[in-house]
């Protein structure tokens, strides 16, 4: 293959695998984690939540599809879930140079490099997702012709780097919903504009006292949510208050926090599209999209809160909720995007708890 420049993907082991680049010809380095989606590259790859890592697929052939166009609708790229490419780098195993479907507007491997994101494929992903299985997830760093350091993005507040740094209003809906920006994904504020929202979207560490609201919603983000101090602490405030909470993800782990919870890393985290969760208290089993390196400690939940939802795989916590307020979470994805949108029935939930 001698169009496409050889690369080394080394991990902080000394363990090294050699693969081609078919994205930008940028040394790069992060923390490497492995999702098992077969679909859903366009929208993971733009997801907020993977800021700072290098992202192996499982799924053996990618870039079948291509990637679709930049429509735009209601302030939003209608495709993606964020304006722009997140990881840090994308490994898979086989690339597929023709993509053939209705919606593509160009191949995987333009994007990349119009993105400045470094990619490779040629890598036994099958291998290398073994390995992060039995060691957990690690730094690694992909090298062209000079040599990188390896860098920890858990040492960095990335939600600061996904957020946005100012205010920022969708729709005009007869409810108002106070986001507040982990590194939202747009599908989140899709659902919200589909039940008749105004969305006030606002930085991870912006003063909303004064703000008038129906309720509040936490986003998803990156990194760990221990360095979201700001969000804690006005969180803190709102539990006091009766208004209707939801928090996705980071914002489910953020309002734990809040609640005198804890939370912990993950050994390789949750990122795939068919994650079963146990609704506390039923029978109903859900089939759940996720993408999250951390989970709250089930056995520090606060008297005054209960379990929500739980991880049948390793029976980790998946959603806390309040006894008497109405304040829920989820650690999985209800929007999903992509995923099943089996638990979606939760925004109706939530726009239930705002309309009384």
């Given at each position: 293959m001698p169009r496409y420049k050889k690369a080394r993907l080394i991990?902080?082991?000394?363990?090294?695998?050699?693969?081609?680049?078919?994205?930008?010809?940028?040394?790069?380095?992060?923390?490497?984690?492995?999702?098992?989606?077969?679909?859903?590259?366009?929208?993971?790859?733009?997801?907020?939540?993977?800021?700072?890592?290098?992202?192996?697929?499982?799924?053996?052939?990618?870039?079948?599809?291509?990637?679709?166009?930049?429509?735009?609708?209601?302030?939003?790229?209608?495709?993606?879930?964020?304006?722009?490419?997140?990881?840090?780098?994308?490994?898979?195993?086989?690339?597929?140079?023709?993509?053939?479907?209705?919606?593509?507007?160009?191949?995987?491997?333009?994007?990349l490099k119009e993105e400045n994101v470094p990619a490779l494929?040629?890598?036994?992903?099958?291998?290398?997702?073994?390995?992060?299985?039995?060691?957990?997830?690690?730094?690694?760093?992909?090298?062209?012709?000079?040599?990188?350091?390896?860098?920890?993005?858990n040492l960095i507040n990335l939600v600061d780097l996904v957020a946005v740094k100012e205010k920022v209003v969708y729709g005009n809906g007869n409810k108002k919903v106070l986001l507040i920006d982990c590194g939202v994904k747009s599908n989140i504020i899709r659902y919200l504009l589909r039940f008749n929202c105004t969305v006030i979207r606002v930085p991870w560490n912006y003063d909303y006292s004064k703000e008038e609201y129906d309720?509040?919603?936490?986003?998803?983000?990156?990194?760990?949510?221990?360095?979201?101090?700001?969000?804690?602490?006005?969180?803190?405030?709102?539990?006091?208050?009766?208004?209707?909470?939801?928090?996705?993800?980071?914002?489910?782990?953020?309002?734990a926090l809040a609640s005198g919870a804890k939370t912990y890393k993950l050994k390789f985290g949750h990122r795939s599209h068919n994650q079963p969760v146990l609704e506390k208290g039923t029978n109903k089993a859900w089939l759940t999209s996720q993408n999250h390196g951390y989970a709250v400690d089930e056995k520090s939940i606060q008297p005054g809160w209960e379990e929500y939802f739980t991880n049948l795989n390793d029976g980790s916590n998946e959603g806390l909720k309040h006894s008497v307020k109405?304040?829920?979470?989820?650690?999985?994805?209800?929007?999903?995007s992509s995923g099943p949108t089996d638990t979606a029935f939760l925004f109706e939930e939530f726009i239930s708890m705002i309309d009384g």
């Open positions: 991990l902080e082991d000394g363990y090294e695998l050699e693969g081609y680049s078919f994205g930008s010809e940028t040394a790069v380095a992060g923390e490497i984690v492995f999702n098992t989606a077969m679909t859903g590259y366009p929208e993971s790859l733009t997801d907020p939540s993977y800021k700072g890592q290098i992202l192996v697929l499982t799924y053996p052939s990618i870039g079948n599809y291509g990637v679709p166009g930049n429509e735009s609708e209601n302030g939003l790229l209608k495709n993606f879930e964020s304006d722009n490419i997140h990881v840090n780098a994308l490994i898979i195993s086989d690339y597929s140079e023709k993509h053939n479907h209705w919606n593509a507007s160009k191949s995987l491997g333009r994007w494929f040629g890598i036994d992903t099958r291998m290398l997702t073994k390995i992060i299985r039995e060691k957990g997830s690690m730094l690694a760093k992909i090298v062209f012709d000079h040599d990188i350091k390896f860098e920890d993005p309720g509040l919603f936490i986003s998803n983000g990156p990194g760990n949510p221990e360095m979201c101090i700001t969000t804690i602490e006005n969180l803190k405030l709102s539990i006091a208050e009766d208004k209707p909470i939801f928090g996705i993800c980071l914002g489910h782990q953020l309002l109405d304040i829920f979470s989820t650690q999985f994805h209800p929007e999903a």
